[in-house]
């Protein structure tokens, strides 16, 4: 791997903690922006929890499930919560930040992911790789040869931690009620 591709995949959650205080300092929430960022968010959270449960890091291929439509429905529920977080500060200098940080990073990362993939599981990622776009979902189920179909599983969601990832949209919503209730006054 690359010297930037270990940057960028080392970085990208680092980075993330003074780009939140950068999209604090300029957000100018309502409570209507909360609420409707704060319902996007819950569709972001939605679909993440959604691939998480299918998810089996370092252990198979998995192409079921939201991974039959693209192959990084985490990444995609992320960008549905960063638009929720953009929608949520009311700020269109927050929102560009949210766009470039998640377009140069994360664009890198799922790039990096492919290539571990296609090492490690070789023509079997290959074929996945053809049928299911990298990011922009498809619009019908790849049927892939040899698919075992795999379910949900609460233990796997559990497993993957994704519920830290509502655990941070909530703490947020909070910060940004708290800020808009020191604008008001």
Do not use: C
């Amino acid at each position: 791997m690359s010297t930037a591709g270990n940057f960028f995949v080392r970085w990208r959650v680092r980075l993330g903690y003074p780009l939140a205080v950068a999209l604090l300092a300029f957000s100018r929430p309502t409570p209507r922006s909360i609420l409707v960022g704060a319902l996007a968010g819950a569709v972001g959270l939605w679909v993440r929890a959604y691939a998480a449960g299918y998810l089996h890091k370092q252990e198979v291929l998995t192409v079921a499930g939201p991974y039959a439509y693209t192959r990084n429905p985490l990444y995609l529920g992320s960008a549905i919560l960063a638009l929720g977080a953009g929608i949520a500060t009311r700020s269109w200098i927050s929102a560009v930040i949210l766009i470039v940080y998640f377009t140069v990073f994360y664009s890198i990362v799922m790039r990096r992911e492919a290539n571990e993939l296609r090492l490690r599981h070789g023509a079997s990622f290959e074929e996945y790789a053809r049928a299911v776009p990298l990011f922009i979902p498809r619009l019908t189920v790849a049927k892939l040869p040899g698919d075992s179909a795999g379910s949900f599983s609460l233990a796997q969601y559990k497993k993957n931690h994704e519920w830290q990832a509502a655990i941070g949209l909530l703490f947020l919503l909070f910060v940004l009620l708290v800020i808009w209730r020191f604008l008001r006054h």
